[in-house]
Structures are given as structure tokens and as C-alpha cells.
């Protein structure tokens, strides 16, 4: 892998009209954009709603950041770092992410264990991942990517209908409806990375035609609509609940 800490304003000669470099350009605008419009809003809101819409501002925040990179990289050819940079960027968002149903249902008595719970999960599903496309440890990109997606099935679980399902109906209509906005953001927004996987790796999925696919577009855009729409969902509901 070539140096990790790329120049914050890279000597890159990529095509900006490539789909690659194109939307990791609109995502690093996008998350920045995003992140001024959370922190800008944050003194209208109650107190006690400020920290979710402060996560919201971080998550997108420390993603346009990696954008930022992740595009240098991108249009210089590097795509080792380009991987590695979007890992770090989701072992801090994703978490953070999971955080979020635990501050939208910390009134109804949700714990921090409900909150471990999904962060431990979170990551197991990130490091797999990374294993995975990166080629490290035993197993092969199939096995990994297994791991990762029942990580993932947990946590669907647990918000769908598990214990975090059941304080959203007690939370009372606002909260509930938030929540189940959230949970479809995880069933179908994060169902767009296992694609992006398996256009990027080898396996048995092969036969289903998406190697022909580049992964960074597809996680380009399940990024902006997951983490924007993340914090535009927490926004609403902190404006109802302060109205």
C-alpha cells in the first residue's frame, strides 16, 4: 500500500468525468453541505435533541472529510488507499449511525447496553468487510462477506423487531414514525454496500453479473443517501419534538 496520508490537495491528473472521481466529487460536496446545515441549526433545537443533531453534523462531517481523500486518491490511481480511507470513515460514521436509534429512544428507557449492542455489531461488520476485500485472514472474500452480512442481519433485526422496535412504539407517534423511517434506511440504504461487495470481490456471486460494476460508484451513492438521510430524518423529528 503507498503512503496512507495523501496531501490534502493531491497532484492528481484523473478524469473528473469518470463515474468513480465524478461521485466521490458530489459526495465530498454533498457531506459538507449537509454538515454546515446540521451545525448551523443546531441553537433551534431543545437541549435535549441538540446531541442527535450534532451526531448527524459528525457523521457527515468526518465523511466529507474522507471524501475529500478518498477522491485525491481515486483520480491518482490509488485505490489501495481509496478502500482504506472509506473503512476509517465507516468504523466512525456506521457506529455513530447506531448510535442515533439510541438517542431517539433514550426517552422511551432505551440503554447504553442497546446501544453497545449495535455498535459491537456495527463493527464486526465493518472489520469483516474489510477482511474481506482487502484479503486478510483465513478466510476468502465469500466467507467474510458472510460474516458481515449476518452482522448486518442482527442489527436489521434488533430495530425491525427487536428490543429497539418495541421503545420506538413506546416513544410515542413522532419517535415510532422516525424510527421506522431509520430502519428502512438500514434495510434498503445499507443493502446497496453487500452489492457494492460483490461487484468488488470474487465469489460464487460472480454468476449474478455485478463484477462488471465498479463498487466505489455504488458506495458512493449509498453513502449520501444513507448519511444525509440519516441526519434529515433526526432533523425532522428534533423540530417536531421542539415545535
Known sequence: MTNLFLPLIADVTGDVNNPVNFTFFIG?????AASAFFFLSLNQFDKK?????????????????????????????????????RYVDWILTVPLMCVEFYLILKVAGATKSLMWKMIILSIVMLVTGYFGESGIGPFDAQIWGLISGIAYALIALEIWVGGASKLAKAAGEDTAY?????????????????????AGTDGWYNVLGLDGLDMNVWYNIA?????????????????????
Request: charged share 10%.
Open 178 to 198: 422516525a424510527h421506522k423511517v431509520l430502519c428502512w434506511f438500514v434495510l434498503v440504504g445499507w443493502a446497496i454496500y453487500p452489492i457494492g461487495y460483490m
Open 223 to 243: 453513502d449520501a443517501i444513507n448519511k444525509i438521510g440519516f441526519g434529515l430524518v433526526v432533523y425532522s423529528l428534533a423540530v417536531k419534538k421542539t415545535a
Open 28 to 32: 465530498c460536496m454533498a457531506m459538507m
Open 49 to 85: 435533541w441538540r446531541t442527535s443533531v450534532l451526531v448527524s453534523g459528525l457523521i457527515t462531517f468526518i465523511a466529507a472529510v474522507h471524501y475529500w481523500y478518498m477522491r485525491d486518491a481515486a483520480m491518482a490511481g490509488s485505490l489501495d488507499n481509496v478502500t482504506a480511507f
